[in-house]
């Protein structure tokens, strides 16, 4: 018998979740947003203009964002009304079979038959937008569909069931959408977390996921996240980034888009240093295109993101223990694995921990080419980081040896970061010539200097050379492209 049409009152398995009506608006406790107001700069020195500044800083009043109205406003409404009574006739297990397509062809005339009960009259604009309201509810990822389906949001960052921020265009903004409760919330998260085979529940409140279209999410629960559940979603764009378009948006000059296409073509071995949402795994993507076709790429991951351009590509990605405390797989095990796999390159999403040495080796031991990426703040402590995560291991090596390891294996680094105004920029490109002393050297190549800000707030500055003959140079001539090489960087 069809799971569908089946009259309320009638028994049978428990409806989907637990449905209840949204309620309009969210409270103001938490959708305050402090605002700046406008500054008027008019006959005022830029002394007194930047105290001034600061002065509204600190008396700006909170404002409460203005609600969704028109249309959307009234089609979420009606879904209120229509929802826990579809939800009294419609199984949950046979409508998780189903895709979104066939539920929505199933559903239509539930839909009409719940709207004629309730008395309610729609149009045909109206009609669709409600089907895929309803759809999205029961099989996507309910009020986030609308934010996923965003081109322009890079990040997604849900603070409980009441507040959600976006990211557009580089600015934090409050978005228009809230979940029912905090358990509507929560069936979310676990829906993420079960498509990739992860979990997360009160025993395991933690977790990375990531979406089909390889968008990366974390996501954490109570008692570790005290305004309810928590979703942190970095979306990656649908078209592929190369380092020209990085280079037409500002990111870097065409010279330094010159010698980071040459490093990538010629192997060098490069680490892509920065902070959290700097644009790393981006800067990575970008790089990978550079990558010979012929040449075989393994990447290892905590959570799949990158999304190499390359035919001959093999994503590997590690896997958590389970509640016995067994079974875990760590990107260690992972690199150790993938020196047995006939491997060109290795590519690491983060290096975080004592992985670092098994990465190290793998770059000294014939897989030239090598890429990863960290968390620092300039190619200096970049340098300093990972000699830390060597140590952090059980292997016990002289913080000598390390040192020299590295300079032995790391030819480049790139560093990026996200200025206040949102715009990211590659501001460092360095090279790690060896070692003096104690001291791992290093020879800048390339730099992004300050110069002024504008009136809208936008970071003015310009990319230099340092005019030096490149370390590397042997090595991009060893492919033809040392004259090319030597021109960018001069």
Not at 64 to 90: D, N, W
Not at 203 to 210: G, V
Request: charged share 25%; glycine share 8%.
């Amino acid at each position: 018998m069809s799971a569908f049409g089946r009259r309320p009152g009638t028994t049978g398995r428990p409806a989907f979740g637990v449905a209840k009506p949204m309620q309009g608006g969210m409270p103001a406790s938490t959708t305050a947003i402090h605002s700046e107001p406008k500054l008027n700069p008019e006959n005022l020195s830029p002394e007194m203009e930047v105290m001034a500044r600061l002065d509204q800083r600190s008396s700006a009043e909170a404002m409460i964002p203005e609600k969704a109205q028109g249309f959307e406003a009234s089609v979420h409404k009606i879904k209120e009304q229509v929802l826990p009574r579809l939800l009294e006739r419609v199984d949950p297990e046979a409508a998780a079979t189903l895709s979104k397509d066939e539920l929505t062809e199933e559903f239509r005339p539930i839909i009409l038959e719940v709207l004629a009960e309730l008395r309610i009259t729609l149009n045909r604009r109206e009609q669709f937008a409600l089907e895929k309201v309803l759809v999205d509810e029961l099989l996507g990822f309910g009020p986030l569909e609308e934010l996923l389906a965003d081109p322009d949001i890079s990040d997604i960052m849900v603070n409980g069931p009441y507040q959600t921020y976006i990211e557009r265009k580089g600015q934090l903004v409050l978005a228009p959408i809230q979940f029912r409760d905090e358990q509507h919330l929560f069936q979310i998260a676990q829906r993420i977390c079960n498509m990739v085979g992860r979990r997360v529940d009160q025993t395991t409140p933690l977790a990375d996921a990531r979406l089909k279209d390889g968008s990366r999410v974390n996501v954490i629960v109570p008692p570790l996240s005290l305004r309810g559940t928590a979703i942190s979603i970095r979306k990656f764009s649908a078209k592929p980034i190369t380092l020209d378009m990085l280079c037409q948006w500002g990111a870097m000059n065409q010279k330094m888009c010159t010698a980071l296409k040459i490093a990538g073509a010629s192997r060098f071995n490069i680490v892509i240093s920065g902070g959290t949402g700097s644009g790393k795994t981006t800067m990575l993507n970008a790089l990978s295109k550079m990558i010979d076709p012929g040449e075989r790429v393994l990447t290892i991951e905590d959570a799949a993101e990158l999304r190499l351009q390359q035919p001959h590509w093999l994503p590997l990605e590690t896997r958590p223990a389970n509640l016995e405390g067994n079974g875990a797989i760590t990107m260690g095990d992972l690199v150790k694995n993938a020196l047995r796999m006939r491997p060109d390159r290795i590519i690491m999403g983060e290096v975080r921990g004592q992985e670092c040495f098994d990465l190290l080796a793998a770059m000294n031991t014939g897989h030239d080419g090598s890429m990863c990426t960290l968390h620092s703040n300039s190619p200096r402590e970049c340098l300093g980081r990972m000699e830390n995560m060597v140590m952090m291991g059980d292997i016990k090596i002289p913080k000598e040896a390390i040192s020299k390891q590295i300079a032995d294996s790391v030819d480049m680094i790139v560093q990026i970061k996200r200025l206040r105004d949102g715009s990211r920029r590659v501001t460092n490109v360095t090279e790690v010539i060896g070692m003096e002393g104690d001291v791992i050297v290093t020879q800048e190549l390339f730099k992004f200097e300050y110069l002024d800000e504008d009136k809208d707030g936008k970071i003015i500055g310009e990319y230099r050379s340092l005019g030096l003959r490149p370390y590397t140079l042997e090595k991009a001539r060893q492919y033809g492209f040392d004259q090319p090489f030597l021109e960018a960087c001069l």
